[in-house]
T-cell receptor, first 112, second 114 residues
Framework: NAGVTQTPKFRVLKTGQSMTLLCAQD?????MYWYRQDPGMGLRLIHY???????AKGEVPDGYNVSRLKKQNFLLGLESAAPSQTSVYFC???????????FGDGTRLSIL | DQQVKQNSPSLSVQEGRISILNCDYT??????FLWYKKYPAEGPTFLIS?????DKNEDGRFTVFLNKSAKHLSLHIVPSQPGDSAVYFC?????????????FGKGTTLSVSS
């Protein structure tokens, strides 16, 4: 019963490096989201997708790009990592807009 | 500016007692509110929700109350158990927004002692 799976769980990067975080859901959900959580803060929306092939900016999109080539996958990319992007990243999905979102267990990313 | 506020960073309660977690919001357009529970090193898990057309929703030990005039909601846990110790996030949804992403508060850490 996988639900929402995030890969990797931990990663350390150097400033300027690039990487892609993968989110996969097996619930056939239309909507997918990427959030970041910083210490003492709530979750803030980075980007989201309302269906395969669509993406849109959230509250804090700068420095990130996303793609949703397949319905079950939502990728978050950092082209040139900065220390300010050190955070825990959560992916979420839901089937209909009024349904609760299901979250993955997060990716802890440190940028030195 | 924060649209969803959880003004108490932490709450300590004894096992068996009631836990009351509070949340205030500023946008009267929010139409759906949720509570999520989060354990360390895990993602948030959905706990309970309430639509703006209701003022109470109950699920077992968990009850959420909504006071629209005061723009305030609260989560009651009765009786509290040590396993309830976690961070609780209040979240709200604004209608009409594509994707209807949630706006989260900063969370309240609940500690239930036995």
């Amino acid at each position: 019963n996988a639900g929402v799976t995030q890969t990797p769980k931990f990663r350390v990067l150097k400033t300027g490096q690039s990487m892609t975080l993968l989110c996969a859901q097996d619930m056939n959900h239309e909507y997918m989201y990427w959030y970041r959580q910083d210490p003492g803060m709530g979750l803030r929306l980075i980007h989201y997708s309302v269906g395969e092939g669509t993406t849109a900016k959230g509250e804090v999109p700068d420095g990130y790009n996303v793609s949703r080539l397949k319905k079950q996958n939502f990728l978050l990319g950092l082209e040139s990592a900065a220390p300010s992007q050190t955070s825990v990243y959560f992916c979420a999905s839901c089937s209909l807009h009024y349904q609760p979102q299901h979250f993955g267990d997060g990716t802890r990313l440190s940028i030195l | 500016d924060q649209q969803v506020k959880q003004n108490s960073p932490s709450l300590s309660v004894q096992e068996g007692r009631i836990s009351i977690l509070n949340c205030d919001y500023t946008n009267s357009m929010f139409d759906y509110f949720l509570w999520y529970k989060k354990y360390p090193a895990e993602g948030p898990t959905f706990l309970i929700s309430i639509s703006s057309i209701k003022d109470k929703n109950e699920d077992g030990r968990f009850t959420v109350f909504l006071n629209k005039s005061a723009k305030h909601l609260s989560l009651h846990i009765v009786p509290s158990q040590p396993g309830d110790s976690a961070v609780y996030f209040c979240a709200a949804r604004k209608p009409g927004q594509a994707g209807t992403a949630l706006i989260f508060g900063k969370g309240t850490t609940l500690s239930v002692s036995s």
